[in-house]
Nanobody, 122 residues
Framework: VQLQASGGGLVQAGGFLRLSCAASGRTFSRYAMGWFRQAPGKEREFVARISWNSGSTYYADAVKGRFTISRDNAKNTVYLQMNSLKPEDTAIYYC????????????????WGQGTQVTVSS
């Protein structure tokens, strides 16, 4: 299983970015997908997740109302639309997916992508 994240970059506060994570190596539509992030000197934290059937989404309080997670099963890709970005959103963003199918949540054991850097300037 491979997860390839992309779409990061440098943006001013108040701006937007859309991250993508392309998955391969198994039937994408059977698995929940999630985004996590890790800021310098901090532990990795949960950002958002979407269930295997897109029936539910869930967000960390810090991003609720600003970020939207979605998936396109035809493209084996999950997205994270990030609006109204803040300097505190600066981090490496990782996509992840559980090893077990047909779940709502993303929980260990999981596969991880390589991360994409998001930097928000003030």
């Amino acid at each position: 299983v491979q997860l390839q994240a992309s779409g990061g970059g440098l943006v001013q506060a108040g701006g937007f970015l859309r991250l993508s994570c392309a998955a391969s190596g198994r039937t994408f539509s059977r698995y929940a997908m999630g985004w996590f992030r890790q800021a310098p000197g901090k532990e990795r934290e949960f950002v958002a997740r979407i269930s295997w059937n897109s029936g539910s989404t869930y967000y960390a309080d810090a991003v609720k109302g600003r970020f939207t997670i979605s998936r396109d099963n035809a493209k084996n890709t999950v997205y994270l639309q990030m609006n109204s970005l803040k300097p505190e959103d600066t981090a490496i963003y990782y996509c992840a997916s559980p090893e077990n199918p047909y779940t709502e949540r993303v929980a260990n054991p999981m596969y991880w992508g390589q991360g994409t850097q998001v930097t928000v300037s003030s």
